[in-house]
């Protein structure tokens, strides 16, 4: 899908089309995994694709695996810990009355269904990292580096510090919870109505595990 420079706010011209590019490299690059597989696609590959050169290609994603990691040139490390900020933030915000398992569980309906619903792209990204088990390998570690931010959002509802016991257990239950999830979700179709209901399907099996 191209995007039209005239509806996209902020920036500047150059900025727009770089962000277009980049776009159409992503999305061109996803079809060719899906059709010839991902070890079987390379750079020059997806670069033909685009009408680029290879060269080019590494002026917007730093190797073939940034494509599925969302990591490159143009991506910024700072908007990485701006979102996981977000994301904290709106877990301690919660209603203190909420269980830490209540409150994660909010907040999840509405950030993964506003991820997966406004970009299509995240969802074949997530796909064909599933179906390559040495992706799906480094996935897992890089979800897993998020328990330490998890567990200070816990720590701020508990009233501890963040790397007391409780705060860390919970947080690795709950972020190989949401890993499952999402495995699950992507293999059953990833139908946008049924997320909510493995959330919560998810979260009550934790919580009845734990007592």
């Known amino acids: 899908m191209r995007i039209n420079l005239c509806d996209m706010p902020g920036g500047t011209l150059r900025e727009r089309q770089r962000a277009e590019t980049r776009t159409l490299i ?6 060719l995994f899906d059709v010839n597989g991902y070890e079987h696609t390379t750079v020059e ?3 033909d694709a685009v009408g680029i050169s290879s060269r080019t290609f590494f002026r917007y994603f730093d190797s073939k695996t940034a494509l599925l990691f969302d990591h490159g040139p143009s991506r910024s490390s700072d908007l990485h810990v701006a ?18 398992s209540e409150a994660l569980m909010a907040v999840l309906r509405e950030r993964l269904g506003q991820m997966f619903d406004s970009d299509g792209l995240k969802l074949r ?8 088990p040495a992706l799906r390998v480094q996935a897992q570690d890089s979800f897993h580096e998020r328990r330490p931010d998890l567990a200070k959002a816990f720590a701020l509802r508990l009233g501890q ?4 016991l409780a705060p860390r257990v919970l947080a690795a239950a709950f972020t190989e919870a949401i890993w499952i999830i999402l495995e699950r979700w992507a293999a059953d179709g990833a139908a946008a109505e049924r997320l909510p209901d493995l959330i919560d399907e998810a979260f009550a099996a934790v919580s009845a595990g734990l007592g």
């Open 161 to 164: 510090h963040p790397d007391d």
């Open 83 to 100: 979102k996981n900020s977000e994301m904290l933030a709106a877990i301690v915000a919660r209603p203190a009355a909420e269980t830490i």
């Open 45 to 47: 590959d997806i670069a």
């Open 26 to 31: 992503l999305d061109a690059a996803l079809t």
């Open 125 to 132: 990204q997530l796909r064909v990292i599933l179906a390559e």
